[in-house]
């Protein structure tokens, strides 16, 4: 151990990775193919290119590749907010007494507070390449749409947003961020799209869901020429984009020869922890590290502990290929009393082969116990952490609660992907005391999965 | 010139400096005394103690150190989120095809979205080392009373807020961060001061000012045992407490061996133009350095461009000490339609020597002008600023662009004080073509100053 360990490690610009991590490559069970969902048959790059650009559908089907090239302009735009640090939590240690070395990697740098900018810039750049007019996607809480916006801006093409009702409503600031850069932002259900216009027909009152929005944003995409669909989360090209977190995590942690113990995550789409683990997952296939991870979910939507693994639709017009996941079923809505994101029904499929392979926990907690770690974390490392990236915080202070009961130090690392600023609502009710704790009932679940 | 400048060049965390640099000490024309209110004479440690820490007291007469050190605690508090990066604007460049170079000073990487906190930590430092049980102050648009209010959470002391109204209002999440760092924020002018009881009584209907939330935080002090009061601007303890920026700055661009030609501030209070300059106007009082100095202030605000250079008062309440300063009257309050900070009638009385031996200029722009440069620099640079700070990127853009015209290549570097998350609604208006770009005339100017 190296005493001498800076509160942030910064890496310099050249240690910025020049290839992406394609942890498919290295895994010994693959994840199940996407299947057409008409066809049932694997999906093929020329079908999967309807939906997204060529080279993002390669990318999504590339299994033999472990390095796939970061494209200059990509790594030019990289350098505005990355490397990001990876800082050593002096201060919660110390407020929670423990022998455990924490260490956290912080996304929240950018204007789009989070780790989903480094997806948005690769996707916006290839939309650019294929000589796009523009992109279309759905956002829940509002940082996917906040990312591929300014990713939009950055290259000159257009973005069309399609925003979960309730957050449209609930977060106007969010909504004008993605306005500055350029974009356009529809509530979903909208009345732009056939499956928008279907579903409020169906449920005028409803506040909207991301399975909805999702469908919509296709929907869009394949009615207007010149445009392709961006996805934040879930996809294995999303996942391949964010192991640039995992890979500059791994350089600085090597740099002061620190072997980590266990890396935490929190777990929507699987995006950020799908990217933060993979090139240590990558090490631990090949024997050369001994490290648990760990998925932590929301208790609200725990598709991981609680969902099954099988085929199920992305999305809840079912016009999305079908994937092998641990889901609680396309119809699942969490309730309206959760808070910011990780709302999705389903889980990545290379994360789903993982836990499903015993090669990473997941455990789920609740809106109270993630929000009682973020208030702890803001006021002893200063950072306002987004709900998101609290579930991460909470199972970090578990951990080094744990070493501290044991006596033993051992080294924890989590993704801190995110800041809060635009959660205030949900830190206000906290704050109140009013958080509800609403966990979906095994009778609720098993409703949802009969749909499957 | 070295051409292989990075993106960011971020300082090692031993490269921090060790000392404030009291910039007084190196002046020739020293900035002219406060005064007692009282007996109009210069005011005592002992006298500004009843209101400040002693400590900050001292700092705030001191004329001769020309260094002084930061105590062990608050530097390793600044570790958590400085070094600041220094940030080369390449793709702002490239948008205005200059040959100008444009750095950045970034001061909105940490949670109270601007520099405040550099000071902040430093007041609630030696509030705590006297044994205080906390701090009072004012806040406009919010970055002072969230600074302060980490920085209290942080050392464990109360913090109490007097917000201007109208930003209490428009502001609810701004408010929501500074109860989840533990502080009780309440509307000025309120109910729990004589002061704020008078202003209410006068003017029911009032949406409050700067200059009467001051006198409300400073009675609030005054009356409560245990307290002392805190100020985010104006002050010389602040200015030096900020120089920090600066001392950064020089690093970087020493290290690089750049040259700066023109270094360009947003100016409210001061507090960050006379942070990122000072050690830099040192150089050139020594004769090392030949390079411009520039203030940029609202044009509906306009202390140093249409204000007098007379002793004034720096609260509504008339109970701070008096300060010759460039002023537009204690009385003046900027039009309701001008949008974040930067709203003080006067200025820092050192920029204010400054300004007057011309060794500093200064600039006013309009709203409009100022939104413009900041959306153009969200969309090239990333980053959405605050419009503190896009005044500052407005007058840098210009100088870029007089470069261009007059074919020279030049350094500009200007400080990017924070980010715009919390003023969406001032944003908004923009974007809809609603900015309001109102400039007092010289009659209320005229009729402001009289009352001096």
Not at 164 to 179: A, D, F, I, L, T
Not at 246 to 260: H, Q, R, S, V, W
Not at 409 to 430: P, Q, R, S
């Amino acid at each position: 151990m190296n005493a001498d360990i800076p509160y942030k490690i910064y890496l310099d610009e050249k240690e910025l990775p020049k290839a992406w991590y394609n942890l498919r490559a290295d895994m010994i069970n693959k994840p199940a193919p996407l299947l057409n969902p008409e066809t049932r048959q694997p999906s093929t790059v020329e079908e999967l290119s309807q939906v997204f650009c060529k080279e993002l559908a390669a990318q999504e089907l590339d299994e033999t590749n472990p390095y796939i090239e970061i494209p200059e302009p990509i790594r030019n735009f990289y350098k505005m907010y990355r490397p990001a640090p990876l800082i050593r939590a002096y201060f919660l240690e110390k407020a929670l007494n423990t022998p455990a070395h924490i260490y956290y990697k912080f996304e929240g740098n950018n204007t789009s507070g989070s780790h989903k900018l480094n997806s948005a810039i690769a996707q916006a750049y290839y939309a650019k390449q294929e000589g796009l007019k523009g992109v279309s996607t759905e956002t829940g809480a509002g940082q996917w749409g906040t990312a591929l916006s300014m990713a939009s801006a950055f290259f000159g093409i257009n973005c069309r947003v399609f925003m979960v009702k309730c957050s449209y409503e609930q977060k106007p600031h969010r909504r004008e961020v993605m306005n500055t850069y350029g974009a356009y932002v529809t509530p979903s259900p909208s009345m732009d799209t056939e499956i928008g216009r279907k579903i409020l027909e169906e449920h005028p009152g409803t506040s909207g869901s991301l399975g909805c929005a999702i469908s919509e944003a296709v929907e869009f995409a394949l009615n207007n020429p010149g445009y392709k669909y961006a996805l934040g989360s879930v996809l294995n090209q999303v996942l391949l984009h964010q192991s640039i977190i995992g890979l500059e995590t791994m350089t600085a942690l090597d740099k002061y020869n620190i072997k980590p113990d266990v890396i935490i995550g929190c777990a929507g789409g699987g995006s950020n922890l799908g990217g933060l683990i993979s090139p240590f997952v990558g090490r631990k296939l090949k024997g050369e590290l001994d490290c648990r991870f760990v998925a932590v979910e929301p208790a609200s939507c725990p598709s991981l502990t609680r969902g099954k693994y099988v085929y199920d639709y992305c999305d809840t017009g079912r016009v999305c290929p079908l994937q092998k996941m641990y889901t609680l079923g396309s119809g699942f809505i969490p309730s309206s009393s959760h808070s910011g994101g990780l709302r999705y029904h389903g889980m990545s499929s290379l994360l789903s082969q993982l836990y499903d392979d015993k090669i990473m926990e997941a455990i789920s907690v609740t809106q109270s116990e993630v929000f009682g770690a973020a208030v702890t974390f803001a006021r002893t490392e200063g950072t306002l952490p987004a709900p998101e990236s609290s579930h991460a915080i909470y199972a970090a202070m578990q951990e080094a609660i744990r070493c501290r009961e044991e006596g033993k130090h051992e080294n924890i690392v989590f993704g801190l992907t995110g800041t809060g600023y635009f959660d205030m609502l949900a830190y206000g009710k906290f704050n109140a005391g009013q958080m509800n704790d609403y966990v979906p009932t095994d009778a609720e679940i098993e409703a949802s999965l009969q749909q499957l």
